[in-house]
């Protein structure tokens, strides 16, 4: 037996009759609704042709016209109406026949409604959209719908993705979700930094109005349940040098060691510079760099030697050799400063050990530029050659002389 629709409000009809309908008895309920809608707008047209027809042909009392006889004045009689009258009634047929032209086609057609938020899966997904699932399957997400793209702001890119969640002993849910994609420097790839979801059934009736939480921002984001997304973000400045770090992007990409931590916490060499220690990486083994320069001709420059992370990795030889540097041995380090009162900030690469600098060039933040920074030194006939460019990387080069 159908449900009766006469005491349904007319928002609840017009979801029902103009929204998807998954269902045999979503279809057929759409039917019923849209048919209740017309039902409603015809009453609605008769109610203004009747209001019409009593204006056009009104009834007069007219009960003060001298010289009428008896029958002129019965009510409802034919009245010879006054001019003053017919204007009257002229002018309020006009205005309802101006209103009713406007008014009447929208009661009877209640014309195109805005199209359902999730229309967006309606079309195929982008490449982009392929490669930004697997991001999703890395972070545990359950995809049933790959993810369609709503919006980009600042460093976030905003998806949307239909998810069914089965739990024990539970009934699934249909689940629709959104989530935020940044680019992640260390990977050097998108990763998945916030989701959340909300169920059909709310979202269609409510639309989504959340924040997601990411490393370079804080992402508003109100989507549904029609049109499409708006979007705002909130960026502190710490967020915007780990997304943008620039120079310092050797101190975002790779993290202190002990021993950096140790140079920062003492402030070896203040008393020597004047400057204090903001941050600093200690990046190449001199040692190191000396070693496997040995074997390269002195008329051919040597490959560019291998960062600290990864530099003792060629054999047990050379990792001892590293491992013995690290206490004290020289390294190639980077490293940003101040004067105590926090003015004259600058970037320096230098050779340091045990405390104490022993070679360096320092560039105040305002000079740097797109020049970067030049370092070079003599060691054991060996040139090294240490460039920290204006986008973050640090290479050596080394040079039999």
Request: net charge negative.
């Amino acid at each position: 037996m159908s449900e009766d629709l006469s005491a349904v409000d007319d928002a609840q009809l017009a979801r029902w009759a103009y929204g998807r309908a998954e269902t045999s008895f979503e279809a057929d309920r759409a039917q019923r609704a849209a048919q209740e809608l017309r039902r409603r707008a015809e009453q609605i047209a008769l109610g203004h042709a009747a209001r019409l027809d009593t204006v056009a042909n009104p009834i007069v009392h007219n009960e003060s016209a001298a010289g009428s006889d008896d029958k002129d004045r019965e009510i409802g009689g034919p009245v010879r109406p006054t001019r003053w009258r017919l204007m009257l009634a002229a002018a309020a047929v006009g205005a309802l026949v101006v209103g009713g032209a406007v008014a009447l086609p929208r009661l009877l057609d209640p014309g195109p409604t805005a199209p359902s938020s999730l229309s967006v899966f309606d079309r195929p997904p982008s490449g982009t959209e392929r490669m930004l699932l697997a991001a999703l399957q890395n972070a545990g997400q359950v995809v049933n719908v790959s993810p369609r793209v709503v919006g980009m702001i600042e460093y976030g890119t905003i998806l949307a993705y239909l998810s069914i969640v089965r739990e024990q002993d539970q009934p699934e849910r249909d689940m629709v979700c959104l989530a935020v994609s940044e680019f992640e420097r260390q990977a050097q790839a998108d990763a998945i930094s916030d989701w959340r979801c909300l169920e059909r059934v709310a979202f269609e009736v409510e639309g989504f109005s959340t924040t997601l939480l990411g490393r370079g921002g804080e992402y508003d984001v109100e989507w549904g349940p029609t049109g499409g997304a708006q979007l705002d973000v909130r960026i502190t400045e710490a967020q915007r040098v780990a997304m943008e770090p620039g120079f310092e992007a050797v101190f975002v990409d790779q993290p202190a060691s002990e021993l950096d931590q140790l140079y920062v916490a003492d402030q070896g060499w203040l008393e020597q510079t004047g400057l204090v220690v903001e941050q600093l990486r200690t990046l190449y083994s001199v040692e190191f760099l000396i070693a496997t320069s040995e074997s390269v001709p002195s008329d051919s420059p040597a490959p560019d030697s291998t960062p600290r992370d990864s530099a003792t990795s060629d054999s047990a030889a050379s990792d001892s050799a590293a491992s013995d540097s690290a206490a004290s041995g020289e390294w190639v380090a980077a490293y940003t400063a101040a004067a105590i009162d926090r003015t004259n900030r600058q970037a320096c690469l230098a050779i340091i050990d045990a405390g104490v600098q022993r070679e360096s060039t320092c560039v105040l933040f305002d000079e740097l530029g797109s020049r970067g920074i030049v370092l070079e030194v003599d060691r054991g006939g060996t040139r090294i050659m240490a460039t920290w460019s204006s986008t973050g990387g640090v290479s050596v080069m080394t040079v039999r002389t």
